[in-house]
Nanobody, 126 residues
């Protein structure tokens, strides 16, 4: 299995940028597609972005398309989420997750990911 630790969250103003990191340990990092999800208070966990094990394919939620970029550095076993033009509605706890099923397309549902980090808080003030 794989262990995931997120970092990089914080309090920023609308329009600012943040880069989240998720460091993986344990099983070989390239055995997993990786995703970012977020959960705001009182809301369900929602998909943000995902990247294939090779880094060549990515998908995004419509709400973040054009503002957020997911990437991974397999040599460092780390996945990133670059968040630009942040909005107050981006405020949430952000989680990274790992999906070990490499034979299907990138997934957007939380139950498709077997491993999760503890989350990092992102707060965007208006």
């Amino acid at each position: 299995q794989v262990q995931l630790v997120e970092s990089g969250g914080g309090l920023v103003q609308a329009g600012d940028s943040l880069r989240l990191s998720c460091a993986a340990s344990g099983r070989t990092f390239t055995h997993y597609h990786m995703g970012w999800f977020r959960q705001a208070p009182g809301k369900e966990r929602e998909f943000v972005a995902a990247v294939a094990w090779s880094g060549t394919n990515t998908i995004y939620a419509d709400s973040v398309k054009g503002r957020f970029t997911i990437s991974r550095d397999n040599a460092k076993s780390t996945v990133y989420l670059q968040m630009n033009s942040l909005k107050p509605e981006d405020t949430a706890v952000y989680y990274c997750a790992a999906d070990g099923d490499l034979f299907t397309t990138l997934k957007t549902t939380p139950f498709s990911y077997a491993y999760w980090g503890q989350g990092t808080q992102v707060t965007v003030s208006s």
